[in-house]
C-alpha cells in the first residue's frame, strides 16, 4: 500500500491570519498584485456568513527545520512552515480584511478591501462613497477586528438612531447586534485544510492539486519555484517583481528596465536566472536542486541549499542587470527587429538572453561580438519558431552544446552559435521552406517578421515614398493609415474577378508597405492601370530598387493572381536572405549549405534528424516496414513543423554508419539512384501529397561512407501520413517537435493547424 501524503486537519480563521503574521505559513501574494476582485471578497464573507461551503485549503509542508533563516534574510526572517498551494487568493482576501493591510493593485497601487455589512437584512456589499455615508450600514467591517469589537458597534447604533431621529428598541439594538457579532464570530470560522507531507514531491503536488480544485487549474513548475523563493529567499522574489513592476508603471522614472520588446513577467525571469545559474532549461529538477535535495540519494541538505541558492542569487543579479538587459535587448534591434510588434516569441527573447548572459559572463565576449552572433541567433530562432514547441526541450539541447566548450573561449562559443544557425538556415530552407510558410495570410507570423526584420537591415524605403520602413516600424512613431499595408491586388478588384476567400486577399504576398497619394482613387482598379500611373513620374533607379525591397516580380501587374502570389512568396524568400546576410560577418556566403559536419556537429534537434537505415533492420538482420515508416513520419513532422534535415546512415550518436545495409536491399539497382528511387516512392505512397519540390534529396561522403541528406521544406498545407497498418487514405497527423516527432490528433491536431497555417 503506497504511503499516505497528507493530513487532513482545520484551522481557525484567527489561527491562519496569526500563522501568516508569524511567518509559519507563507502568503507571499500579499506582496503582489491581488488578482480577485473586490466583489469576490464580498461574496466569500457572505458564504461564510451564511455557512456555505468556501473550499478546501492546501497546504505543503516545506521540511525546513524550526529556526532556519530565509536566504540573506534578517533576524526576523524565519523560514515557513507551510507553503499554500490552494487558496492563497482567499486566503489573501480574509488575511487583508481582518487587519486591514493593504493589496496591491495590477496597476501596483495599493488599496485596501473594504466590505461593508448592513445588519438590517444581512447584507454585505463592496464599500463605495453612498455606502460610506449609508447609516444602516458599519461600512468597514475591518473595523470590528481592528478597531475594537464593541467601540465599533457602539458607534453604529448611535449613529443609526440618529439617522431615524428614534430610538431604537432594546430588541432592535440586541437583535442588530447579534447579527454583527456573527460577523465578528466569522474569525472562528474553521476551514477544512488538506497538509500534504514533505515527502511528497512538486509532481506529485501538482497532480494532487488538479485532481481535488474544481476548476482544474494547472499548477506551473514555475509555480513552485516561485514558491519556494517566498520561503527561502522573499527578498530574491521580490526583486523579480520589482524589475517586472517597474517594466510596466507608468510612474517609474528615470533608469528602469522599461522597454519596446516584451512586459517580462517573474517566472520568464526566474527561467533566465536558472539557465544562466545551473545551465537548465526544464524546471523539472530545479526545485529539488534549490530545496537543497541530492537528486541520488533523496537527501536534504541545508548547506546544499544555501549553496543552490546563492548561485541562483549571482545569476539573478546578472539577469536583472539594467545595463545587461538594455545591452541585450540592443541585439534585437540590431537584428532589425522594433518592438514588441515584431516579436511572437517571448520564448525566443528570453532564452536567447539566457545565451548572451552566457557569452558575456562565461566566455567572456565583448558587447559588440555579442551584439553580432546573438543578432543572428535570434534571426534564426525567432524566425524558424526554434522556441515554439517544446521549449524546454529545445533550450536544453542547446545548452547541452555549449557546456564542453572552455570557460572563456568566446571564439568557440560564436562558432557553435553560427554552426547552428547554419543548420538550420540552409539553402533549401531559403529556397523551398521559407516561400511555403510565406503563404499564409496571418498578421503574427513569424516569416513576416523576419522580413519586415530584413527590410530594416536593409534600410529599404516605403514604395513611392523617400520614408524609411525602419522609421515607420519605431515604437514611438504613430504613422498615418495612408503609409501602412495595403493591399497590391486591392479587395474589390479581386472580388469582382471572384477571388473572395479572406485568406487568398490578405495573403502575406500581397501586401507591401506603401504610401499612396492623397488624391490616388485605386481602391478597386485593375493594377495594370494604377501601377502605370503611379510610376510614370517615379525616378527609375529608385522604382527600381524598392521594386527589390518590396520583392515585386517583373510585369507583376499582368500576372494572374495566383502566379503573382507564388513568384512574390519566392522573392520575398530572397529578401530576408539579403538581409540576414547584412547580419553575417566575414563576408560568409549566406548562399551556402549546412555541410554535413555541421548537421552531425548540431546533434538532433527541431529541424536535424538521424536514421541509421531507412528500411534494414539493425538488430532482426532483414527489412523492415517498421523502418520505412519511421522516415515516413519524421519527413511528414518536419513538412508539418519548420521543416529539417533528415541524415540518413548516421545513428543516435552521430556516428557515420554509411548506406551499405539498405543498398544491399536493392539489388540490381543498389546505388545512389536506385536509393533515391526507393525514397522517392517510399514518400510518394506514403504522404498525402507528392515530395517534388518540397523534398530535396542528397548525398554527402563521410571517409568512405555515403550519407544521404533528406532536406524538407516546410509544407504550405497540413500533410498526413499513411498508418503503418495500411488502410484507405493518409490519416496521421505527424509534427516534429523539439528532437522528437509526435502524432497529434482532434483537438490538439485542429489547435496546431489553426496557429501554424492561419
Known amino acids: 500500500m503506497a504511503p499516505t501524503l497528507y493530513r487532513d486537519t482545520g484551522y481557525s480563521l484567527t489561527h491562519l491570519v496569526e500563522d501568516i ?10 506582496q503582489r498584485p491581488f488578482v480577485w476582485s473586490s466583489a469576490k471578497t464580498r461574496d466569500l464573507f457572505d458564504s461564510l456568513y451564511r455557512g456555505y461551503p468556501v473550499g478546501t485549503l492546501m497546504f505543503w509542508e516545506t521540511g525546513a527545520e524550526v529556526g532556519t533563516r530565509q536566504v540573506g534574510g534578517g533576524d526576523n526572517a524565519r523560514v515557513a512552515k507551510l507553503l499554500i498551494v490552494d487558496g492563497q487568493q482567499r486566503l489573501t482576501s480574509l488575511y487583508a480584511v481582518l487587519t486591514g493591510k493593504p493589496v496591491l493593485t495590477k496597476s501596483f497601487e495599493e488599496k485596501r478591501i473594504r466590505v461593508a455589512f448592513r445588519p438590517a437584512d444581512e447584507t454585505f456589499e463592496v464599500t463605495d462613497a453612498a455606502i460610506e455615508k449609508d447609516p444602516e450600514f458599519l461600512p468597514d467591517i475591518t473595523a470590528l477586528w481592528h478597531g475594537g469589537y464593541r467601540p465599533t458597534v457602539r458607534s453604529f447604533l448611535s449613529r443609526l438612531a440618529e439617522s431615524r431621529r428614534v430610538e431604537l428598541t432594546q430588541e432592535e439594538e440586541d437583535a442588530l447586534e447579534d447579527r454583527i457579532d456573527r460577523v465578528y464570530d466569522l474569525q472562528n470560522f474553521r476551514f477544512q485544510v488538506v497538509e500534504l507531507n514533505s515527502g511528497a514531491d512538486e509532481e506529485q503536488v501538482a497532480d494532487i492539486f488538479v485532481r481535488i480544485n474544481s476548476e482544474g487549474v494547472q499548477l506551473k513548475q514555475a509555480d513552485f519555484i516561485l514558491t519556494l523563493m517566498s520561503v527561502h529567499w522573499e527578498a530574491g522574489r521580490r526583486e523579480l517583481e520589482r524589475f517586472c513592476r517597474n517594466v510596466v508603471d507608468a510612474k517609474v522614472s528615470g533608469a528602469s528596465p522599461k522597454n519596446a520588446f516584451i512586459d517580462p513577467s517573474p517566472d520568464q525571469l526566474l527561467r533566465a536566472s536558472v539557465g544562466l545559474a545551473f545551465r537548465r532549461g526544464r524546471l523539472q529538477h530545479v526545485y529539488n536542486i534549490l530545496r537543497g535535495k541530492d537528486l541520488e540519494t533523496g537527501d536534504v541538505s541545508p548547506e546544499r541549499r544555501t549553496a543552490q541558492f546563492e548561485a541562483l542569487r549571482r545569476a539573478q543579479d546578472e539577469v536583472i542587470d539594467l545595463t545587461n538587459w538594455h545591452e541585450f535587448l540592443k541585439c534585437l534591434t540590431h537584428a532589425g527587429f522594433r518592438s514588441r510588434r515584431m516579436v511572437t516569441s517571448e520564448n525566443a527573447l528570453i532564452y536567447t538572453y539566457v545565451l548572451w548572459l552566457i557569452g558575456k559572463r562565461d566566455f567572456g565576449l565583448d558587447l559588440k561580438t555579442l551584439r553580432s552572433v546573438i543578432a543572428r541567433w535570434f534571426f534564426m530562432a525567432h524566425t524558424t519558431g526554434r522556441y515554439t514547441s517544446s521549449p524546454e526541450s529545445a533550450i536544453e539541447a542547446d545548452l547541452g552544446r555549449i557546456a ?9 562559443f560564436c562558432e557553435e552559435l553560427d554552426r547552428i544557425v547554419r543548420s538550420n538556415f540552409t539553402g533549401d530552407y531559403w529556397e523551398i521552406s521559407l516561400p511555403n510558410r510565406l503563404d499564409t495570410s496571418s498578421a503574427r507570423s513569424p516569416v513576416l517578421f523576419a522580413y519586415w526584420a530584413a527590410l530594416n537591415l536593409l534600410d529599404a524605403e516605403l514604395l513611392f515614398s523617400d520614408l524609411r520602413i525602419r522609421e515607420l516600424l519605431d515604437p514611438t512613431v504613430a504613422a498615418p493609415r495612408s503609409i501602412e499595408r495595403h493591399h497590391l491586388f486591392p479587395k474589390a478588384f479581386l472580388s469582382a474577378t471572384g477571388v473572395t476567400n479572406t485568406r487568398q486577399v490578405n495573403a502575406i504576398a500581397n501586401m507591401a508597405f506603401l504610401d499612396w497619394p492623397e488624391n490616388a482613387t485605386i481602391s478597386a482598379d485593375d493594377p495594370r492601370d494604377y501601377w502605370h500611373a503611379m510610376t510614370a513620374t517615379t525616378d527609375p533607379e529608385r522604382l527600381k530598387r524598392q521594386a527589390h525591397w518590396h520583392a515585386l516580380p517583373i510585369g507583376w501587374e499582368q500576372l494572374d493572381y495566383p502566379t503573382f502570389l507564388e513568384r512574390r512568396r519566392d522573392l520575398i524568400a530572397k529578401v530576408v536572405r539579403d538581409g540576414f546576410a547584412r547580419l553575417e560577418e566575414k563576408g560568409t556566403p549566406h548562399g551556402r549549405s ?31 516496414k517498421k523502418m520505412e515508416h519511421v522516415i515516413t513520419k519524421t519527413v511528414c513532422g518536419f513538412l508539418n513543423a519548420e521543416g529539417g534535415s533528415l541524415l540518413i546512415g548516421v545513428d543516435d550518436d552521430a556516428n557515420v554508419l554509411g548506406l551499405s545495409a539498405d543498398l544491399q536491399t536493392l539489388g540490381s539497382k543498389a546505388n545512389r539512384d536506385g536509393y533515391e528511387l526507393f525514397l522517392r516512392q517510399q514518400l510518394d505512397n506514403g504522404l ?9 534529396i542528397r548525398y554527402e561522403r563521410a571517409g568512405d ?6 532536406s524538407v521544406a516546410a509544407s504550405g498545407k497540413p500533410v498526413f501520413a499513411k498508418p503503418l497498418e495500411g488502410g484507405a487514405g493518409a490519416t496521421d497527423f505527424w509534427v516534429r517537435i523539439g528532437n522528437a ?3 497529434l490528433h482532434g483537438d490538439d491536431m485542429i489547435g496546431y493547424q489553426a ?3 492561419g
Not at 21 to 30: E, F, R, T, V
Not at 404 to 410: E, F, I, K, T
Open 21 to 30: 503574521k508569524h511567518g509559519n505559513i507563507a502568503l507571499p501574494d500579499i
Open 404 to 412: 564542453d566548450l572552455a570557460p572563456g573561449d568566446g571564439h568557440a
Open 594 to 624: 549546412a555541410a554535413l559536419a555541421d548537421l552531425l556537429a548540431v546533434g538532433e534537434s527541431q529541424t536535424v534528424e538521424y536514421k541509421s537505415t531507412a528500411r534494414w533492420n539493425l538488430h532482426s538482420g532483414q527489412p523492415d
Open 688 to 696: 498525402s501529397i507528392q515530395t517534388a519540390g518540397i523534398v530535396r
Open 705 to 710: 561512407d555515403d550519407v544521404c541528406v533528406v
Open 741 to 743: 516527432t509526435k502524432q
Open 755 to 757: 496557429d501554424h497555417w
